[in-house]
């Protein structure tokens, strides 16, 4: 899975051949980190599978170094969009949208490979991304910078069936079908909860002016 997402990544760059290229800049863009983690990761990931179907010896910590590959990786994603140019974006709650995202959603998707997946787990993985969605909300709506208010208006008036509906998916598919024990039902009503998530992370961001950010007098 790992190595078909690294794969289809790079199929919205112009140029996919020169996508190695990405690698050049890690040690100071976000970007090129998260393809350096993610693909050490996927490697990591398909070695520790190997050792777990008996086809390599079994490399002590394995397990818990892809584990924390994955974190990382994630933790790359998310600081992609931690740009002060799109204030809405800019918060802890993007951190923790990615982290509970990959909880959600990963948890889900072993489960319905037929692991044993406790359904209070993804309860709670559920119910986490709901409070962080309301703290998040909550927060636009009474920051003192207009674009997060403007951020807020439009998530509560002209994209509210949106929300809505990203709403009653999450429910579904993180609370109320786990709890029957239908994995693979869950996981796709969680997985649209967050494609629609992602539609209105992108949507709803409202960017600050940036002749206005240098020369707020004139602006005035």
């Keep these: ?46 070695t520790y599978a190997l050792t777990q179907l008996r086809l390599l010896p079994a490399v002590p910590g394995l397990g818990i170094a892809t584990a924390a590959l994955g ?49 209070w787990w993804v309860c709670a993985a559920a119910g986490a991304q709901l409070l962080n969605q309301a703290a998040k909300f909550a927060r636009l709506c009474w920051s003192a910078e207009f674009e997060k208010r403007a951020s807020a208006r439009l998530l509560g008036s002209d994209l509210q069936k949106l929300v809505t509906c990203r709403i009653v998916l999450l429910i579904a598919g993180g609370i109320l079908i786990p709890l029957r024990g239908y994995w693979i039902a869950a996981l796709l009503a969680a997985f649209a909860g967050e494609i629609v998530s992602r539609y209105l992370f992108f949507v709803s961001v409202v960017p600050k002016n940036m002749p206005a950010a240098f020369f707020r007098k004139e602006a005035a």
């Design 1 to 46: 899975m790992a190595a078909l997402a690294l794969g289809a990544a790079t199929l919205h760059l112009g140029r996919p051949i020169h996508a190695y290229r990405a690698l050049k800049m890690w040690k100071r863009s976000w970007l090129s980190r998260e393809v350096l983690l993610f693909s050490i990761f996927a490697g990591a990931a398909q």
């Design 71 to 119: 974190f990382a990786g994630i933790t790359a994603s998310a600081y992609i969009y931690l740009v002060p140019a799109r204030p809405a974006w800019n918060s802890a709650h993007t951190l923790v949208d990615f982290y509970l995202t990959a909880l959600l959603l990963g948890s889900l998707f072993v489960g319905a490979l037929g692991a044993d997946v406790r359904a």
